[in-house]
């Protein structure tokens, strides 16, 4: 083989089946940015779920008989983070399936365009989240929308698809099921599947943020997302819930959990959903008061 025919081939190998890197998008600079994105070690929650995310900005893993699944892909800038911590678990990133988003705001859609790019995944989100994913752009009635302003924006999304309420998306032998749980955002989706490890089975609820956090001038009486917020908040206490994640650590009380990890899982806690959904009721409660409402 001449040496043309041969650089040629290994150019073409690298082209096609070289390693891939990922590109991160530009940082997106807010006031607790730089605080959520401090690196995390990755960790095992149970079973096939795994924390990959950042300090401060959940993205779980899932690893499945056919593929990986991540939920959550934090800020543009924790992209990298992510990307490194999935490896530094003996996992490729390339191996994603399917990315599951909770809501569409820049702290946990940010680095989802990076990590589609690198892996090629379908992104999942429900039937209020494909525009915004799309475009990068809040619309009109979320909370945090702010006319004629790209405030919240983050990088838009290819292969975004739409997982109705009650629908599920199966991905080897793992099926994650949506729950629409609008409220925080007009396209907040709660995300459960089931880890068993030799038999023993649990359900793990990604409940979406609860928060009444907005824009300024926004009412969370007036517009209807309260009363959005409260069914949301019954959903997730009904649910089927022997573990909870959420994507702020701090909702589920990852760290003082891991501080625990030699008193057995401390994940695992069936009243966790209900006391999640509590602790928000009385956060609107408090915003309402605030509102006049
Ligand atoms: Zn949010």
């Keep these: ?27 997106y600079d807010c006031e607790r940015c730089a605080d959520w994105n401090k690196p995390q070690d990755p960790f095992r929650v149970y079973g096939n779920t795994w924390y990959v995310g950042t300090e401060g900005l959940s993205s779980i893993l899932i690893e499945t008989s056919n593929g990986l699944i991540l939920v959550d892909g934090g800020l543009a800038q924790s992209a990298p983070l992510i990307d490194a911590n999935i490896r530094e678990l003996g996992f490729d990133p390339l191996d994603i399936k399917a990315i599951f988003v909770s809501h569409a705001h820049f702290d946990h859609a940010g680095g989802v365009n990076a990590l589609q790019r690198l892996s090629g995944a379908a992104v999942y989100t429900s039937d209020n989240g494909v525009t915004t994913l799309g475009t990068g752009r ?13 405030q919240g924006s983050f990088p838009a999304t290819r292969n975004v698809v739409v997982v109705a309420d009650g629908g599920a998306v199966t991905v080897g032998d793992v099926a994650v099921t949506a729950v629409y749980t609008p409220g925080h955002a007009i396209n907040s989706v709660t995300w459960t599947w089931e880890s068993c490890v030799l038999g023993s089975c649990y359900s793990v609820v990604y409940a979406d943020s609860l928060t009444a956090v907005s824009a ?28 909870l994640l959420s994507p702020h650590p701090f909702f589920f009380g990852m760290h003082d959990k891991l501080e625990r990890l030699d008193e057995g899982n401390p994940f695992i806690n069936e009243l966790a959903c209900t006391f999640f959904a509590e602790e928000a009721l009385g956060w609107l409660e408090q915003r309402l008061d605030a509102e006049g409402s």
């Design 216 to 243: 300024r001038g926004f009412s969370f009486g007036a517009s209807g997302a309260a009363a959005a917020m409260i069914e949301s908040a019954g959903k997730i206490a009904d649910l089927d819930c022997d573990i």
């Design 138 to 150: 809040l619309e009109y009635g979320d909370p945090q929308y702010v006319a004629d302003s790209d």
């Design 1 to 27: 083989m001449s040496r043309c025919v041969v650089i040629l081939a290994c150019a073409l190998y690298l082209a096609a089946c070289g390693p891939r890197v990922l590109e991160p998008d530009a940082p």
